[in-house]
Nanobody
């Protein structure tokens, strides 16, 4: 069973930055599997934000259009930690953010159903 724990959320003014961290542990975690970040705002569906997987020595990342150029997903040196650096934050980025793991390569459509393990989520609030 894989456990995922998010940290680093909070409140920030528009234009500010936050860095979210996700620490993975437990039996079954594989460092080359897909790790992703999702978010869900009240009354809205959960949406994929960014994902990352490793193929050999290559790392591939994927972003939803609304965060391209502002958010960066990366793995830590220990490779059991994934970060989401969020810059130029906007009020519409406010949501509960979730870390998730999918077996193998990242799905191309950010489908939550393809992710087997989830963290409990962490709140990000951006004020105007």
């Amino acid at each position: 069973q894989v456990q995922l724990v998010e940290s680093g959320g909070g409140s920030v003014q528009a234009g500010g930055s936050l860095r979210l961290s996700c620490a993975a542990s437990g039996y079954g975690y594989r460092k080359y599997d897909c790790m992703g970040w999702f978010r869900q705002a009240p009354g809205k569906e959960r949406e994929g934000v960014a994902s990352i997987h490793t193929i050999g020595l290559d790392i591939e990342t994927f972003y939803t259009d609304s965060v391209k150029g502002r958010f960066t997903i990366s793995r830590g040196d220990a490779e059991n930690t994934v970060y989401l650096q969020m810059n130029s934050l906007k009020p519409e980025d406010s949501a509960m953010y979730y870390c998730a793991e999918a077996r193998g390569l990242c799905p191309t459509n950010f489908s939550p159903a393809d992710f087997a393990y989830w963290g409990q989520g962490i709140q990000v609030t951006v004020s105007s």
